[in-house]
């Protein structure tokens, strides 16, 4: 079946340091693939999503592409700040699902530090 | 509504007790998805409806957990004669189908059987 597999956490960073966070994924087909994030006390938030080989998808300086030759949609941030200290969800659906169905991976957490 | 909402936000529950959680998405969003997310651990797939019906309901771990959906509005999801393993964070979701649209999520309930 799909699967997510992502680095396991906590990643801790200083601010301004560059992040990535790798993800790579199992599935038929071409899914759709997308990154959640949830900060501290909140609920999850689709951060940003991709849904064929080579978009990227980008949103509040974070960044990441669709390799179908890798399968991999690993997270990019150029210069961290403290305010993205949250838990980082990669996710695929895929058609073996019918795109209805999300497949999470574990989770990696980040914090920045001042 | 706005967003998914989630009710009750918390709940405590004594061992062999039912319980029953509330969702309400967001309006005109036709699918709806239960999750799981124990302490330390991602998110598992519990059931998800499309309108009324629940073409997957693969992830219920046991016989225990059920859940409806009615007017394709409000989902109930009720666990009968709770267990302390059954203690988590229950997140909600709703989306608009097609492929590559995301989920959104409400807040989740926290349940805590002692």
């Known amino acids: 079946g799909d699967s997510v597999t992502q680095m396991e956490g906590p990643v801790t960073l200083s601010e301004e340091a560059f992040l990535t966070i790798n993800c790579t994924y199992t599935a038929t087909g071409y899914p759709s693939l997308f990154w959640y994030v949830q900060y501290p006390g909140e609920g999850l938030q689709l951060l940003l999503k991709a849904t064929k080989a080579d978009d990227k998808g980008s949103n509040k300086g974070f960044e990441a592409t669709y390799r179908k030759e890798t399968t991999s949609f690993h997270l990019e941030k150029g210069s961290v700040q403290v305010s993205d200290s949250a838990v980082y969800f990669c996710a695929l659906s895929g058609p073996t699902g019918g795109y209805q169905k999300v497949t999470f991976g574990t989770g990696t957490k980040l914090q920045v530090i001042p | 509504g706005a967003g998914v909402s989630q009710s009750p936000s918390n709940k405590v529950t004594e061992k062999g007790k039912d319980v029953e959680l509330r969702c309400d998405p967001i309006s005109g969003h036709t699918a709806l998805y239960w999750y799981r997310q124990s302490l330390g651990q991602g998110l598992e797939f519990l059931i998800y409806f499309q309108g009324n019906s629940a073409p997957d309901k693969s992830g219920l771990p046991s016989d225990r957990f059920s859940a409806e959906r009615t007017g394709g509005s409000v989902s109930t999801l009720t666990i009968q004669r709770t267990q302390q393993e059954d203690s988590a964070v229950y997140l909600c979701?709703?989306?608009?189908?097609?492929?590559?649209?995301?989920?959104?999520f409400g807040s989740g309930t926290r349940l805590t059987v002692v």
């Open positions: 979701a709703s989306s608009t189908l097609g492929q590559g649209y995301g989920y959104t």
